[in-house]
């Protein structure tokens, strides 16, 4: 069963930075495209950024700020770590962070992790 575990959530001052890890393991990691979404509270769930072969993809609100990545898949396709580096964080970027992949193949579906609190205070 393939497993998402977000780290590095906190508490940061507005202006300050934050680095999110999510950990992918647990089957085969047939990578579709993986992202980061938050959700704040009484709001929906929103995109903030995505990364796959072809590139990446950000939310207006985060442009220019906020950077995803991901590791070199391990060589027996069972491991992969995705990151968002966030700079210049704001309080309006206060919200639960969750890591999400889609997959194709032997693991093929969506997971999610657990999510990571992040809270900027002003």
């Known amino acids: 069963q393939v497993q998402l575990v977000e780290s590095g959530g906190g508490l940061v001052q507005t202006g300050g930075s934050l680095r999110l890890s999510c950990a992918a393991s647990?089957?085969?990691?047939?990578?579709?495209?993986m992202g980061w979404y938050r959700q704040a509270p009484g709001k929906q769930r929103e995109l903030v950024a995505t990364?796959?072969?072809?590139?990446?993809?950000?939310?207006?609100?985060v442009k220019g700020r906020f950077t995803i990545s991901r590791d070199t898949i391990s060589s027996d396709n069972r491991k992969n770590t995705m990151y968002l580096q966030m700079n210049s964080l704001k309080p309006e970027d206060t919200a639960v962070y969750y890591c999400?992949?889609?997959?194709?193949?032997?693991?093929?579906?969506?997971?999610w992790g657990q999510g990571t609190q992040v809270t900027v205070s002003s």
């Open positions: 999400h992949a889609n997959l194709w193949g032997e693991s093929r579906g969506d997971y």
């Open positions: 647990g089957g085969i990691l047939n990578i579709n495209v």
């Open positions: 990364i796959r072969s072809g590139g990446t993809n950000y939310a207006d609100s």
